[in-house]
């Protein structure tokens, strides 16, 4: 079992930047990924970034060159630093972290951009 909290949304205008955090606890050791995924009002949960173990990352097409996943693995903490933000950004950012076969959820944050 993988808690996770977010923390670093908020409201900013196009163009400006924000950091997302998200930290786990638990079954830490167990983890061999963490990442993003997002969901705007009306449409379904989409990919965002990810960070595996061993130092790979994965960036969806619409995130590429703007946003940058990091993890601390001394504070078990996953940041997603947004930059370049667009209005089309704006969603509930949720963290999660795979385990073994089980996929944890945080509860997520919200990302607003005005335009």
């Known amino acids: 079992q993988v808690d996770l909290v977010e923390s670093g949304g908020g409201l900013v205008q196009a163009g400006g930047s924000l950091r997302l955090s998200c930290a786990a606890s638990g079954s830490i050791f167990s983890i061999a990924a963490m990442g993003w995924h997002r969901q705007a009002p009306g449409k379904q949960r989409e990919f965002v970034a990810n960070?595996?173990?061993?130092?790979?990352?994965r960036y969806a097409d619409a995130v590429k060159g703007r946003f940058t996943i990091s993890r601390d693995y001394d504070k078990n903490t996953v940041y997603l630093q947004m930059n370049g933000l667009k209005p089309e950004d704006t969603a509930v950012y949720y963290c999660?972290?795979?385990?073994?076969?089980?996929?944890?959820w945080g509860q997520g944050t919200q990302v607003t951009v005005s335009s």
């Open positions: 999660n972290a795979l385990a073994g076969t089980s996929l944890s």
């Open positions: 960070s595996i173990t061993d130092g790979v990352t």
